[in-house]
């Protein structure tokens, strides 16, 4: 029962985070590198500081393993992540939800491919129901109004779905083979990833024109890394840890749910439709988990 709580608050938190990543983009002139940036320097100091309270060792890990994790921490962290913030800025935070539920499903196809782990007959009706239920919502004219622009937030969606998808098997690879806790695993690839943002941003010629917060954005973007990357990649761990892996794996993806209770609290429109499609792609989810 605790991990499936666990489970649901983390969807729940994920969308809280997400739409004041969302009012901060509307807000400033802040482009998605940058705000990737600063959600890693004010994440990390909370990930350390879990480190330290836990005293976890970390254990030797062998020269593959290391690029696993570097390569996971670039693809899930510093691509996955910041094309989220993309496609958040261009089509809202509903549907940029809704099209990271395409994570498990790349994750399942690389699996299949790469690891050779087989897909269930269930999993193969869940795959194509996913995909019904996130056409069906992004077909929706009633909410277009969200999206600056539909084809390249798309886009972005897809491009971070199948990055954090390679990025969780190159993951699981260095979870399975090593004694690594989440928690090291975690502080490795966001420092990582961060450090590969910067990197980014100096390509990109985008560090000389940081912006400076005021104080509520500060506390908002603040507020927005403690709850989406510390405390919901703790109840996030939690999940999987007390919860079969079907069920916490299905509960995490709820989070286009939890933004339609969200709208409907903010008094936006919803339609019935957008409900019954988006528990088609949640229901798809659980079948492809289901052996």
Known sequence: MFGE???LTASAVWVMASNLYDSLIKQREISSLQLSLYRGIIALPFLGLSLWVTQDPLPALSLVQWICLILS??????????????SLKDVGVKKALLLQTLTP?????????????????????????????I????????????????????????????????GAIL????????????????????????????FWLNWQQESKSMPRLNWDEWFRLSLA?????????????????????????????????????????QKKPVSLRDFIFVFIAIFGIRLIFTK
């Open 171 to 198: 993951l699981k690879f260095v979870l399975a083979a090593t004694t690594i806790s989440p928690l090291w695993s975690s502080n490795i690839r966001l420092l990582i990833g961060t450090i590969m943002v910067i």
């Open 105 to 133: 499903v790349f994750g399942t196809l690389l699996a299949f491919i790469f690891l050779q782990e087989t897909i269930s007959s269930w999993g193969a009706i869940g795959i194509p129901l996913t995909l019904i239920g």
């Open 225 to 265: 890394a403690l709850l989406g990357t510390f405390i919901g990649l703790w109840l996030h761990q939690t999940a999987f840890k007390l919860a079969p892996v079907g069920i916490a794996s299905t509960l995490l993806n709820t989070s286009p749910m939890f933004a339609l209770f969200f709208d409907l609290f």
């Open 135 to 166: 056409i069906g919502v992004i077909n929706n004219r009633t909410i277009d109004r969200e999206a600056n622009n539909l084809i390249r937030g798309i886009v972005w969606g897809i491009i971070s779905a199948a990055t954090q998808g390679v």
């Open 73 to 86: 921490a670039i693809l899930g962290i510093t691509v996955g992540d910041t094309a989220f913030f993309y």
């Open 5 to 7: 709580i666990a489970a």
